[in-house]
């Protein structure tokens, strides 16, 4: 069992008020608050070790290699991937889905979700490959009636909290030859991800959605892909040689992070999953479940409320049935919009995100143009979801009487 309150105490923003509020924070999904391990992580490093990793021989600049280099195994092992040169970083979960996206090109048939972030739709685009949209229930006809490279995939959409069954799809996807890129942006903070088991050959995701800093993401992609991959920024720290006229870059991770790399935030990101591995996942995911589904009930509970779900009959799994609903829940609330909702909740200190949260065509599929989101980290309670209808309603009646 979790206990909310012991983790709240290491977390110093949420002791913060806002206009005499204790602050409710419910937007983890946008960025999760981060621990004391991870800001006297950080805080140490440029205390007492800063120095530019892969640069230098001096002992400041051998210990930021290691660390930074210690870093990746940390990421390596938390995905369990074979190979810690599995593991690229990158600024964030867009990079690296752009870092892929670099290497495919006009002739490139991509299978994208409806339940996509704009990071994982922009970058297909702007290499004017063939995009076809799957709803899930579509994709085996999808993979049988064309030649996909790819398929890029969230592994929990950041609007429904559904969760697509990956697992399948890399099956289905890897029998009609084509390749398989997880976003698991939202998954990363609330299920653990075995890379070898899922066989996916691409994998991103952000560290500041994992209580770790920004500024930092991660690649994970199997070794031959990376081989075969060209990078996509040039500068120091990737090249091997340099001619006249050419360069011939070094191997892999190396020749994907030019330029000074994010040595604290790589100790920040490792910190981050150092300090959730005191927490088992059955109890992350029960704890988690436990809020969102105490979440649901309250919310039913007022006028006007609904809460947002595919129709089953829509977006049907290929096989099986979408999980229920985890890390966030999205709602619309009858004659009140979003941004005007979350502005009068923010003023009681409560914090949840609206608008169509960089996802529009799941937004424009269920005929809407923008909801409210509630998400939830390992530091929220069951007394911060209790404030919610008391505050919704009063919302409401501000909005009704100006
Ligand atoms: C599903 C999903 N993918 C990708 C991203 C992009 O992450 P970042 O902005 O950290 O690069 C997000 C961010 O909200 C997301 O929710």
Redesign the pocket.
Known sequence: MLDPKAIRSQFPLLLREISGEPIVYLDS???SQKPDAVLEAMMNVYRTSNANAHRGMHPLAEEATQQYEKARATVQKFLNAKYAEEIVFT???????NLVAHTVSQQDHIVLSLL??H??IIPWMQRDAHIHWTNLSDLEEILRTHTISLVAI?G???VLGIRPPIEEIIQLSHAAGAKVLV?A??LVAHHPIHVQKLDCDFL?F?S??LYGP?GI?VLYAKRECLEEMSPMLGGGGMVYSIAEQSFTPLGIPEKFEAGTPPVADAIGLATAIDWLAHYDWKDIEEYEQHLLRHAEEVLTTIPGLTILNLQPHSAKAPRGDLQPQSGCISFTLAAVHPHDLTEILGRQGICLRAGH???QPIHKHLGIAASTRLSVGIYNTIEEINLLPSAIEHAQHVLATT
């Open positions: 999904a946008a960025t600024k964030s979960c867009t990079e690296a889905i996509e972030h990071s994982n969230t929990q959409s950041n976003d942006a939202q991103t952000s500041h959605k920004t993401g949260h960089c996802a």
